[in-house]
């Protein structure tokens, strides 16, 4: 029989990744239990990558269950011979906006003489934060210079750590079925992750860690000049838009950072543990597949 304290956590957690507010009962043994769940920010761990509490919303599936959360939803892109266009969701209205900066960022110091295989270098040399002290390989990014799409996540997992690529298990291979069934194979996208090394046992990267490795990314997308950046999860979207709302509040807008638009949506590895959140990121991923052609 489930613990009632797990299901309540659980529960909130999602209404919290639903964007809702906060739920207030008479009871201060609730109070209480809201508080430790925002507190704890329990991890699960889907084949290596840390998924937030409020990313997951209930236990592990079954292994069927994480097989089907692989595919688009049955009644769109595949599932009747239908490609992702067909039955296209709208665009939603604008977002945050975050402004390019007055001045260039990399001017004056090694960032803003290197290219996308410089920075790689820079990457792999790193040692700014002590995320350097326990890594197997830092992990810079993949993907062509004329990337039209950047695909931004938290941090790298373990099979990640160890081969020195983004999105290489579980997740990966979901992230790469997803680009697929939008007509955008994982090799014309660039896919990176926020802190390029992995977090001890795939905790969230501290805002100093965030703070030193970021420039890296900012460089990365400078460099690229993309169509269009998809920020997968909750660390990833705040840390791009300067928020702390939470990924519920975040998607169905399209956001700005520097001039290019952003949008939000799960993290492919939230997807293996809820595959009731396929939908809503099946239509966000052809948002961004539209704003791609726009």
């Known amino acids: 029989m489930s613990d009632p304290q797990d299901l309540l956590r659980r529960y909130l957690a999602q209404r919290e990744a639903a964007g809702e507010g906060p739920l207030f009962l008479d009871s201060p043994w609730v109070v209480?239990?809201?508080g430790e769940q925002r507190?704890?920010?329990?991890?699960?761990?889907?084949?290596?990558?840390?998924?937030?509490?409020?990313?997951?919303?209930?236990?592990?599936?079954?292994p069927d269950e994480a097989k089907r959360a692989v595919a688009p939803p049955k009644d769109s892109a595949r599932g009747k011979g239908k490609t992702w266009s067909d039955e296209l969701p709208e665009i939603p209205g604008a977002g945050i906006v975050v402004p390019a900066p007055s001045s260039d960022l990399f001017s004056t110091d090694e960032l803003g003489q290197r290219d996308l295989n410089g920075?790689?270098?820079?990457?792999?040399?790193?040692?700014v934060c002590r995320l350097c002290e326990n890594?197997?390989?830092?992990?810079?990014g993949e993907g062509p210079l004329e990337a039209k799409l950047v695909a931004v996540?938290?941090?790298?997992?373990?099979?990640e750590d160890e081969t020195g690529r983004p999105f290489v298990g579980r997740a990966g291979e979901l992230l790469t079925d997803i680009l697929k069934a939008i007509d955008l194979p994982r090799e014309r996208v660039f896919i990176c992750n926020i802190v390029k090394c992995r977090p001890p046992g795939n905790r969230t990267p501290v805002q100093e860690e965030i703070d030193k490795c970021?420039?890296?990314?900012?460089?990365?997308?400078?460099?690229?000049?993309?169509?269009?950046?998809?920020?997968?999860?909750g660390t990833a979207a705040q840390t791009l838009l300067h928020t702390k709302q939470a990924l519920g509040a975040?998607?169905?807008k399209i956001h700005s950072f520097r001039g290019v638009p952003l949008v939000v949506t799960y993290h492919p590895a939230a997807l293996l543990r809820n595959p009731n959140w396929k939908k809503p990121t099946w239509d966000d991923v052809r948002i961004a597949r539209q704003l791609v052609d726009q």
Do not use: F, H, W
Not at 119 to 127: F, G, Q, Y
Not at 153 to 159: D, F, L, Q, R
Not at 214 to 233: F, H, N, T
């Open 214 to 233: 970021v420039p890296y990314l900012y460089r990365q997308l400078e460099i690229i000049g993309p169509k269009v950046i998809l920020a997968m999860g």
């Open 32 to 34: 209480e239990q809201r």
């Open 135 to 140: 890594r197997t390989q830092a992990v810079p």
């Open 153 to 159: 996540g938290e941090g790298p997992g373990a099979k």
């Open 119 to 127: 920075i790689a270098e820079l990457v792999r040399e790193c040692a």
């Open 39 to 62: 507190e704890a920010a329990r991890m699960d761990e889907v084949d290596g990558e840390r998924v937030r509490s409020d990313e997951v919303g209930r236990g592990p599936t079954r």
């Open 250 to 252: 975040l998607r169905n």
